[in-house]
């Protein structure tokens, strides 16, 4: 069965670290996303690619960086890891055409914290 | 800026009762606007979505119903059950630069007593 895969599910990092996060998926989607998770501020969109090249950025993308290299992966970089940047992110990904088929398919997420 | 509000932040409803959580967008590329539902540790999943030739789509418990001009959807859940607490999230694709991403909401917790 295709799946979208995170990992590692947690990591403790220290300030100053450059930290990457993976993301692979086996759906053939040519669209992937990065959001992080904070109370009170639900989903927020970091980095996000639609195609192999693509990348582009969020609202929040300061400190963070995007890679695609293939159709599977787009790993996310912070690049100099801040006490800021603690949350849980969320990698996933989508069909060519959102909204007509199955939406957005997230990972199982990864939850950083930086010390 | 908030393009997408969601209310209310956390919300308690008796086991039989009716859940419902209201979202409020801006300008959107198009008209698609799904909810999400996310369990304790695990990723949010698609729950039902619609896309507005219709002002209500229904699966099962679930409702959204939709009013355009005022810019508004909501999540109704009937007979709402322990199973149902978790985490809700509105989501709409604004018009800023691109219209395959969404913007979500905040988020509701949703807790179904017995």
């Known amino acids: 069965d295709a799946e979208i895969t995170q990992s590692p599910r947690h990591k403790i990092t220290e300030t100053g670290r450059q930290v990457t996060l993976a993301c692979h998926q086996t759906?053939?989607?040519?669209?992937m996303f990065w959001y992080r998770q904070d109370l009170g501020h639900g989903l927020r969109l970091i980095h996000y690619?639609?195609?192999?090249?693509?990348?582009n950025k969020g609202e929040v993308s300061d400190g963070y960086s995007v890679s695609r290299s293939n159709t599977e992966d787009l790993p996310l970089t912070l690049e100099s890891a801040a006490s800021s940047q603690t949350s849980v992110y969320f990698c996933?990904?989508?069909?060519?055409?959102?909204?007509?088929?199955?939406?957005?398919?997230f990972g199982s997420g990864t939850r950083l914290t930086v010390v | 800026q908030q393009q997408v509000k969601q209310s209310p932040q956390s919300l308690i409803v008796q086991k039989g009762g009716i859940s419902i959580i209201n979202c409020a967008y801006e300008?959107?590329?198009?008209?698609?606007f799904p909810w999400y539902q996310q369990f304790p540790g695990k990723g949010p999943a698609l729950l039902i979505a619609?896309?507005?030739?219709?002002s209500e789509k229904k699966e099962g418990r679930f409702t959204i119903s939709f009013n355009k001009s005022a810019k508004q959807f909501s999540l109704h859940i009937m007979d709402s059950q322990p199973g149902d607490s978790a985490t809700y999230f509105c989501?709409?694709?604004?018009?800023?630069?691109?219209?395959?991403?969404?913007?979500f909401g905040t988020g509701t917790q949703l807790k179904v007593e017995l």
């Open positions: 996933a990904s989508s069909e060519s055409i959102l909204g007509t088929g199955a939406g957005y398919t």
């Open positions: 759906w053939n989607h040519n669209n």
């Open positions: 690619s639609y195609g192999v090249q693509d990348t």
């Open positions: 300008n959107t590329a198009f008209d698609y």
């Open positions: 619609i896309r507005p030739d219709v």
């Open positions: 989501a709409a694709p604004i018009l800023t630069g691109g219209g395959n991403k969404l913007t």
